[in-house]
């Protein structure tokens, strides 16, 4: 059963041009989905549009999880339900340690599920944490007292959002071409580090243009997504299948890809 669910997701540009075209998907808990497209398909715009990015409209349709319509809600809100979404371009935060960005967002999404009131996590509690993860995810324990992704390689900022994941526990990852810019060392890791958390209380939808990171990941699902929509969608057998062929066979006529 879904947990997260689109229903006929129509996503617009301020200046109003639309780019999610209708959407319908349900992710549930103890699955992965793949969504596979061109550039420039809207794939990041679909997950900023789940994530409750302010510069992306929702035109029509509506997004809920479980029982809960979300499509109103600030991206903090949704964050509190577990919605967690990976960026494929992580912003830095000058003057924001790693360290105290991961307290503060724990602590946030804390107190949510505390009724509005105060539940802090125990410092020890926390460090014990963080270190167990960065070094699970083979994160540098230098990274914990810089500001968030200042000056951080392209490989450092994709583990450091693996390392959001984990620490914060969603019940519903985006993943957004997490595997763009990582070698295969960090790919592994990286790709651990969500295989260990899809189960009874995460599921994810994965984002990529390129089936390397199913080699690592077995999606239950894979949906090919062209121009803002989703045109096929089956097994794993299917990215093997893009792999091979290419995005074209997929491409209506009359759309430039
Ligand atoms: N903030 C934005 N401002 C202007 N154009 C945007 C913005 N976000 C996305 N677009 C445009 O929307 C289209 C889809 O982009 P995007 O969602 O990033 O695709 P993908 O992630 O599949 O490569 C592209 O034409 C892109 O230039
Ligand atoms: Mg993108």
Do not use: W
Not at 215 to 237: K, L, S
């Amino acid at each position: 059963m879904g947990l997260l669910k689109l229903e006929n997701l129509h996503v617009a540009l301020e200046d109003g041009t639309e780019i999610v075209k209708g959407v319908d998907l349900e992710v549930g808990l103890d699955e992965v989905h793949a969504i596979m497209g061109p550039n420039g398909s809207g794939k990041s715009t679909l997950s900023y549009a789940i994530m409750g990015h302010p510069g992306y409209r929702i035109t029509e349709g509506r997004i809920f999880m479980g029982d809960e319509d979300v499509t109103e809600l600030e991206a903090n809100e949704r964050a509190e339900r577990g919605l967690f979404l990976a960026f494929q371009y992580p912003q830095a935060i000058p003057g924001v340690t790693v360290t105290s960005f991961l307290r503060s967002a724990i602590n946030a999404i804390r107190k949510a599920r505390n009724n509005g009131v105060d539940d802090p996590i125990a410092i020890p509690e926390f460090r014990k944490e963080l270190l167990g993860q960065m070094d699970r995810l083979k994160v540098s324990r230098e990274l914990a007292s810089r500001y968030l992704n200042d000056g951080f390689s392209g490989g450092e900022k994709k583990r450091v959002e693996i390392l959001q994941m984990a620490m914060l526990r969603p019940r519903i990852a985006v993943l957004d071409e997490t595997d763009s810019g990582l070698d295969i060392d960090a790919l592994r890791v990286v790709a651990g580090g969500v295989n260990e958390l899809v189960g009874p209380e995460m599921g994810a939808l994965v984002i990529t243009h390129y089936q390397r990171i199913l080699d690592y990941i077995t999606p239950n699902y894979v949906h090919v997504f062209v121009d803002g929509r989703i045109v096929e969608t089956g097994g794993p057998d299917l990215a093997k299948k893009l792999e091979a062929e290419g995005y074209d066979p997929f491409i209506p006529a009359g759309v430039e890809a």
